[in-house]
């Protein structure tokens, strides 16, 4: 089964070994999004859903053409429809697929309770496991980028999986498939990197985009989405991009130093106890307990 | 000091605890994925119906051919062999397996009576019987066998038909015969595929 080629290389909440870890390297895989030449056509809004067999539910206009407002747990992928006044009055829509990034510290699975319902794969995809999830919501909290969504019935959480069933058999992604432009593109992430890189060039040299650049941010390790921008000063321009995303200061504190003086304070609490058993021996009992029960 | 069978189970309990706290699990890491849904499906190649750019799609099949077996479509999604889209599909040919798979689509005649504000199921008989009279009357009223400088023209300028997208070739060329039997020249469908 797939297993044999999508190893694990971290585990959310998880203590013991971990077989990828150090053991396997697969190259990365990455999607590169060229937000300068999407047209807007949701084609990958629809091959999502539909390879993933999620159910339809009733879309929610707001003043653009976006499908929704946010993703939600049966829409893991949303064209943003950001409408941008330029400098000179003139109008700028600035498209930019929104979906999980994959990032290569990935928030979500730091801020994880639950062992094994995170999971990231040697290359690169960061998998929910639906059966592991105690639907506790702190995956919201730990990612940078708003993407796990609540599931009211199932009570789990949900987010884009990079088709991880299509990635282990050699095929790209359903959005990536779809794009009529040419604007999604699947590859390593090296080979994504380089193409990034030249579109970027292309765009600063030949049509004008001072600014244009690659959006692969750093504080998250990088991420498995790469982005071409019009204006990389600006990500928050694309729909609220965070220009220098992390995970929270609150989920690291609480899940590295809280989590060890804690651990140590409840071990030394119980070893304090026994200690103190060996010592003192048990509780004396009073004389009225030494008396017999009547009827016994 | 004695090690009573009580003292042994606190000592257990207590080692039990902080090996588990510090790191020794023995569950072994585990995760399930999805399997490829499309792993032993048979592939049928089809051209998009939609619109004239024809694209190519593939057609994903489960069931494998036996006698006993209904077929049932799963997956619809382009052909990275064929030249025009190369893989690609718009959103429209994205969801061509909703073309197939969708309990409202249509599977008998409908009519909205003029002034009324909904549609009525009417039965094959009764829809066959009242377009043919409404055609005959129509064509009675208003054909045209001479233009205005006399010559032969035998036209129905009052009818026309117009078919939908996901029509076949076959209904395309049986609608053109019909019609132009009848005189019909206003007749459009999306035969350009």
């Known amino acids: ?49 539909e390879w993933n067999d999620m159910p339809f539910s009733p879309t929610a206009f707001g003043n653009t053409y976006q499908t929704m407002p946010e993703t939600r747990w049966n829409y893991w992928n949303l064209i943003l429809f950001n409408e941008h006044e330029r400098e000179d009055g003139t109008l700028q829509w600035l498209m930019r697929k929104h979906q999980c990034m994959h990032c290569a510290e990935p928030g979500c699975l730091e801020a994880c309770p639950a062992d094994g319902a995170i999971v990231q794969y040697t290359n690169g995809i960061v998998d929910f496991q639906q059966a592991n999830c105690i ?82 941010p750093p504080g998250v390790g990088g991420t498995g989405v790469i982005y071409v921008l019009h204006d990389a000063t600006q990500p928050e321009l694309y729909g609220g991009l965070p220009s220098n995303p992390s995970i929270p200061l609150a989920v690291k504190f609480w899940k590295h130093p ?19 058993y060996l010592k003192f021996g048990p509780k004396a009992r009073e004389e009225a307990d030494l008396a017999p029960k009547g009827g016994a | 000091m004695d090690a009573s069978r009580r003292d042994f189970l606190k000592v257990a309990t207590v080692g039990g ?46 069931g494998d051919g036996a006698k006993n077996v209904t077929k049932q479509v799963v997956h619809v999604e382009g052909d990275p062999d064929h030249p025009i889209n190369r893989g690609t599909l718009c959103p429209k040919g994205a969801s061509l397996q909703q073309d197939i798979l969708n309990e409202r689509r249509l599977l008998k005649p409908q009519v909205r009576r003029p002034g009324g504000t909904d549609w009525e199921d009417i039965s094959w ?43 076949t070739n076959e209904f395309n060329y049986l609608v053109v015969k019909a019609m132009r039997a009848l005189g019909v020249v206003h007749i459009e469908n999306q035969a350009r595929v």
């Open chain 1, 1 to 49: 089964m797939s297993q044999a080629t999508l190893r694990i290389q971290k585990i959310s909440a998880h203590s013991g070994t971990v077989p990828g870890e150090d053991t396997q390297r697969q190259y990365q895989v990455c999607k590169l999004v060229d937000t300068t030449t999407c047209i807007g056509c949701k084609a990958c809004e629809v091959a999502c859903v």
């Open chain 2, 17 to 62: 605890t902080a090996a588990a706290l510090f790191g020794f699990d023995l569950k072994p890491a585990y995760a399930e994925l999805r399997r490829l849904k499309i792993a032993r499906a048979s592939e049928t190649r089809s051209t998009c119906p939609y619109c004239s750019v024809s694209c190519g799609v593939i057609i994903y099949t489960l």
């Open chain 2, 125 to 167: 008989e009764q829809a066959i019987g009242e377009i043919a009279q409404k055609v005959k009357k129509t064509r009675d009223d208003t054909f045209i066998e001479t233009d205005a400088a006399g010559n032969k023209v035998n036209r129905c300028e009052s009818i026309a038909f117009t078919g939908g997208c996901t029509d």
């Open chain 1, 135 to 216: 639907g506790c919501g702190y995956c919201i909290t730990g990612c940078p980028f708003n993407i796990p969504k609540f599931n009211n019935v199932t009570k789990r959480m949900y987010k884009c999986s990079l088709c991880a069933d299509r990635v282990s058999e050699g095929l790209e992604p359903a959005c990536i498939k779809s794009c009529p432009t040419g604007c999604l593109h699947f590859g390593s992430k090296d080979d994504m990197t380089e193409l990034a890189g030249i579109r970027a060039k292309q765009l600063r040299d030949h049509y004008g985009y001072d600014k244009a650049g690659v959006y692969d």
């Open chain 1, 258 to 276: 809280l989590k060890w003086l804690g651990n140590i304070a409840m071990v030394g609490g119980l070893i304090g106890l026994f200690v103190h």
